[in-house]
């Protein structure tokens, strides 16, 4: 990536938008008090601030979606009120959001149809989707449907749809959360291509490290409120982070532990897809001890999805030994049946598959303990059980909510994976699976869940945690492997391999030649 | 004109007021709505198109007035499940018993009364061809209509962008939303579609099935109706088979009883709804992940303000 330019070399623009006062009330809570934000073009500015900070709906201001209370907003130097998304639009805003607007059942050309105004046929869209997509380095295949994608090649649509429209303001919402250090690079450049061509962008980001290297300025929000403006590159990540938490955070600290025996074991594990699009895992074979973390990097949709679910029961495999649980082979059982073995599993998508949206978390609690534990007595569930359980999470895992028993929906993203994190380690399992353990998440949860693995890990369990954010796997795991095109590497002592080698190898090459030639034709 | 020429003719008949209603449904479907009230608006179709038709004499006013009708009842369908976010379920059922009942008082004193059937097409030498002549060139302009609609509907739901907005709105009207599109607009559009193509079907029951009004003449067709769309799986080209196949059901049903076989009637009616649960099952066996079905079928859905 290009160095971030001085904003001296550019000449100084008036502002495309101004907000002023911006304020936005649901019902007595205050989501957004009166925040003032100043957007030039050929500026890339951060937005920053905790899970609950206001920035989402900051955003939704801007793009439409809501209305502010109270406050105003400019659009090159005239007031503007937005009835609607559709009218942001048309003045040339555009939104990437952490939450998808995408269609299921739709390809991925309709989908970006969809988002643009522009009344081109879905064909002739899907050629210059195509090319896009390869000027950006974000490859998607038009005619999928959204179904079959995975988060990362999902956020690659809001993307590639966004940069259709050509837009004057881009507004990403953490971005770079699912894809390879490349790509992210890659992305990178593309939003310095377009602040050079005197777009105005803001960036939403977690990731302090990106902020400092991307943004010339820097808006920090806390409460709803403004709490500090700055230029990153002036700053150090600590600083920024003290900003935005209003406290030190807490990093992880690598405990001491011994390691034991294997408490996964997976043996040549080779699986086609349920799905003629998913990936065919070859050949995998992985142990997970006593006392480790292992972590599986890679980028979206190179079998995670499909390893996860072979790990867990949602699918179940012929060849019983090729997966082993606790020394049992448990490559035929079901999910019931391995977390009776000792195992536990925490999903990637935390509403819809980790909890039932609608269910409160008592309920939620059940579903994954009730085969285990004392939740159900004689077949009728424990109510003062379930309820203590829930009140055990929140205690030991500080799950903030309004009450006792809220529908999970409820929760931000940060405390309902808390709970879900929680709720499994309370079960005190041997050997605990995570997939994207802190997507989405802000530094502070993100920092909690990770403290949580390794104090588990510290107790004798064996933790497997696959997720595309390699910082966190260097941070927590005792040895790394890479996935690419349904291949597992043989994990690796995380002091033995450097970040750059890990970078190459989930970029596909390092591999040996005949199994890099197999993998790309899978 | 053999015997088979007539079955084929009678299953014609009886597919029609199915795949008129069936298509409307089949919109409203796709677009997220759940009305259940498709008897309710055949029958009010039915009454209305009877007594248009009566009073002016004409089968297309007839026609026009079992349209709106139905578009009036679906109407009030369209301010309680989507204005006022009520259940659909309940008020698509509701909506049936209001339609049944108020059939019944417009209808009273129609009971009896006769009219001139729809006029059938006929060109000279093509429609007395043997065979095929009557089934291609000799129906009404109900059947015309029918499929003629079929075809505009594939088309606009596979090909048009208004066809792309209406199976996003059904996908997830959240995301249409954030997006822009006004979903209660669009559903509400497709809800007066809905009911229009109802009424339509009632209309052709007392216009051109038989012409004269009896009540609680519709039979439960507004049911096979709502069936046919699933066993369909919302897709325009199966919907035709479909009511071919439900049609000629309903048919041979009574030729099997003039020919004395011993299958029980009762049996014979409840086909369409059994073949429809075959094939959910099938769709299910067949298709994992994703939805055949709009995903967010039978959903009300309130903008966050």
């Known amino acids: 990536m290009a160095p971030p330019s001085d904003p001296g070399q550019t000449e100084p623009s008036p502002p495309l938008f101004l907000g002023r006062g911006l304020t936005k009330r649901f019902g007595s809570f205050t989501a957004n008090d009166a925040i003032d934000l100043d957007l030039a073009g050929g500026e890339i500015h951060a937005l920053l601030g905790e899970n609950g900070a206001g920035k989402s709906t900051l955003v939704k201001l801007i793009t439409g979606l809501l209305q502010p209370d109270d406050g105003q907003m400019m659009w090159r130097g005239a007031p503007v009120a937005f009835a609607g998304p559709a009218e942001a639009r048309m003045r040339g805003i555009a939104a990437v959001s952490q939450h998808f607007a995408l269609f299921d059942n739709l390809t991925v050309a309709e989908n970006v149809a969809l988002g643009l105004d522009a009344r081109a046929s879905v064909r002739k869209l899907s050629d210059e989707l195509e090319r896009v997509a390869q000027r950006y380095g974000l490859p998607l295949d038009p005619k999928r449907e959204v179904w079959r994608l995975s988060v990362g090649e999902r956020q690659r649509i809001e993307i590639v749809r966004a940069l259709l429209q050509d837009p004057q303001l881009l507004i990403l919402d953490e971005p770079t959360a699912v894809l390879t250090p490349a790509e992210a690079d890659r992305l990178f450049e593309v939003l310095e291509q377009l602040r050079a061509d005197g777009r105005a962008l803001l960036y939403i980001s977690h990731k302090l490290e990106e902020v400092r290297r991307l943004a010339g300025t820097a808006t920090i929000l806390r409460g709803g409120r403004v709490v500090g403006r700055c230029d990153p590159r002036l700053e150090s990540t600590a600083t920024l982070a003290r900003m935005m938490v209003g406290s030190d955070v807490i990093a992880p600290k690598q405990s001491i532990h011994t390691i034991g025996e294997p408490r996964l074991s997976v043996t040549a594990l080779t699986l086609p897809p349920d799905d003629p699009h998913g990936v065919t895992l070859r050949d995998i074979t992985l142990q997970v001890r006593s006392g480790e973390i292992v972590g599986i990097a890679g980028v979206a949709g190179n079998g995670q999805d499909e390893l996860f679910a072979a790990l867990s029961g949602e699918t179940v495999i012929d060849r019983e030994e090729a997966i082993a649980i606790g020394g049992t082979a448990a490559g035929g059982l079901t999910i019931n049946q391995r977390r009776e073995l000792g195992a536990a599993f925490v999903p990637e998508q935390r509403l819809g598959h980790a909890t039932v949206p609608t269910m409160s978390l008592s309920d939620n609690a059940l579903l994954t303990g009730h085969g285990t534990g004392s939740l159900v007595r004689f077949g009728l569930v424990d109510r003062g059980a379930t309820l203590a359980l829930v009140d055990r999470v929140t205690e030991t895992f500080d799950v903030r909510k309004a009450k006792r028993d809220p529908e999970a929906a409820r929760l931000s993203g940060g405390n309902l994976q808390k709970f879900i994190v929680g709720r499994e380690i309370l079960r005190e399992p041997g050997l605990l699976i995570v997939d994207q353990p802190s997507w989405g998440l802000d530094a502070g949860a993100a920092g909690a869940i990770r403290q949580a693995l390794l104090d588990l890990s510290a107790t004798g369990a064996a933790v497997l945690v696959i997720s595309q954010d390699l910082d966190e796997l260097i941070e927590i795991a005792d040895r790394i492997a890479v996935m690419f095109h349904g291949r597992l590497s043989p994990p690796r002592p995380v002091s033995e391999i450097g970040r750059d080698q890990l970078g190459l190898l989930m970029g596909g090459s390092g591999w040996q030649t005949t199994e890099a030639r197999d993998g790309a034709g899978a | ?305």
């Open chain 2, 1 to 305: 004109m053999g015997l088979f020429e007539a079955i084929l003719l009678s299953i014609i008949t009886a597919s029609t007021p199915l795949l008129l209603a069936a298509s409307g449904e089949l919109i409203a479907e796709r677009a997220g709505v759940l009305n259940l009230g498709v008897e309710g608006m055949m029958l009010i179709g039915a009454v209305c198109g009877f007594a248009g038709a009566w009073a002016t004499g004409s089968t297309a006013i007839g026609a026009l007035c079992g349209i709106v009708a139905g578009v009036a009842l679906a109407a009030l369908f369209a301010l309680a499940a989507i204005g006022l976010a009520i259940n659909q379920v309940a008020a698509g059922l509701a909506l049936t018993i209001l339609g049944t009942g108020l059939a019944g008082l417009i209808g009273a004193p129609l009971v009896g009364e006769n009219i001139a059937a729809a006029p059938h097409l006929w060109l000279p030498g093509l429609t007395d061809l043997p065979l095929i002549g009557k089934l291609l060139f000799g129906q009404d302009a109900f059947v015309y209509l029918a499929i003629g609609l079929m075809v505009g509907i594939a088309y606009v739901l596979a090909r048009t962008r208004t066809g792309l907005i209406l199976r996003a709105v059904g996908d997830d009207p959240a995301s249409a939303h954030a997006l822009g599109y006004n979903v209660a607009a669009v559903r509400t559009l497709a809800v007066l579609f809905g009911g229009g193509c109802a009424g339509l079907a009632g209309a052709y029951l007392t216009l051109a099935y038989t012409p004269f009004y009896a009540p609680g003449m519709t039979a439960g067709r507004g049911w096979i109706a709502l069936a046919l769309v699933v066993f369909a799986s919302w897709r325009p080209g199966r919907l035709v088979a479909g009511a071919a196949l439900f049609g000629a059901v309903s048919i041979l049903q009574l030729h099997a009883q003039a020919f004395g076989l011993g299958v029980p009637s009762q049996l014979m009616s409840a086909l369409p709804y059994l073949a429809t649960v075959v094939v959910l099952v099938l769709i299910s066996r067949i298709r994992r992940g994703g939805s055949v079905a709009p995903a967010a079928l039978g959903t009300t859905f309130v903008p966050e303000r």
